[in-house]
């Protein structure tokens, strides 16, 4: 019995579903609404003292850390295998796994709240997003979630968050002219961890920087991606259309001041 608390929009959720749904894996789904500070419900707090989604629940026990879950459920339910077999491959998947946990990761809500939802948020009650900023739990995250919602794309944090995105897009390009996916042979973890972010690109009004003519090779993946069954359960199927649409919106808004630092 597998139970998984997510949300529908967030990066370390959208993996865990695409592994999930590449190994037909059934489970029952609890979202927690991000947007309405759902994971600072001290019932969802006793699952995962971080505040943050997903909690994969597997035979009563909860798992945190999108990583170790996409490997855990690898190792748990091998069919079809998500790493490769030898350990050169196997190392190459965990410095993607890494490199999205120590970087990649951090990055994502400085540039989503920066453009994505802001406008939404600062037009909430302001003892709601107060409350909501207070709740969380790390002080430089909560520093960086108020700097970002106060000054958008102008905010300090805002142009190196950006660069991670860039370089990881500049480092997906190279390796993949060794073979069609991240993880070996077959789409595997390293690619169905990257997936989130790459999307969130598009779904920012980014697309620009992944077009064929800057990155051949990453538009192709992202284009084969998007082709496999999986994406379409786990991923499509999760986001909200209208949801999207405002974010894109933001993100056009913002793309004359952004296109600046893309370089
Ligand atoms: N290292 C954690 C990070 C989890 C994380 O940051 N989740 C985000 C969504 S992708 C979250 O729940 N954020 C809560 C918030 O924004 O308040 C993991 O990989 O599971």
Request: proline share 8%; charged share 20%.
């Amino acid at each position: 019995m597998i139970e998984l608390y997510h949300f529908g929009f967030s990066t370390c959720s959208q993996k865990v579903r695409l592994v999930l749904a590449e190994k037909d894996i059934a489970f029952a789904s609890h979202e927690i609404n991000l947007m309405a500070g759902e994971q600072h419900d001290p019932e969802y707090v006793k699952l995962n003292p971080k505040h943050v989604v997903p909690t994969l629940v597997h035979d009563g026990r909860a798992l945190v850390e999108s990583s170790l879950i996409v490997k855990y459920l690898d190792d748990a339910f091998p069919e079809p295998p998500m790493r490769p077999a030898d350990a050169a491959g196997r190392y190459r998947v965990d410095a993607w796994l890494m490199h999205l946990d120590g970087a990649l990761h951090p990055a994502a809500p400085i540039v989503t709240f920066a453009i994505g939802p802001r406008r939404q948020l600062l037009q909430q009650p302001e003892e709601v997003r107060e409350a909501n900023l207070a709740a969380i739990p790390d002080p430089a995250q909560r520093a960086t979630r108020r700097s970002v919602l106060e000054h958008g794309v102008a905010a300090p944090e805002f142009a190196g968050a950006l660069r991670v995105f860039l370089d990881t897009l500049d480092r997906m390009e190279s390796e993949l002219a060794a073979g069609p996916w991240l993880s070996g042979a077959l789409f595997g973890l390293a690619d169905a961890s990257l997936l989130p972010y790459v999307l969130r690109l598009e779904h920012l009004a980014l697309d620009p920087v992944l077009e064929a003519s800057q990155r051949p090779r990453v538009a192709d993946w992202l284009a084969r991606v998007k082709a496999l069954p999986s994406y379409a359960t786990a991923v499509e199927a999760w986001i909200v259309p209208a949801a999207v649409e405002m974010m894109r919106a933001n993100g056009k808004e913002a793309w004359p001041e952004i296109q600046t630092l893309v370089g």
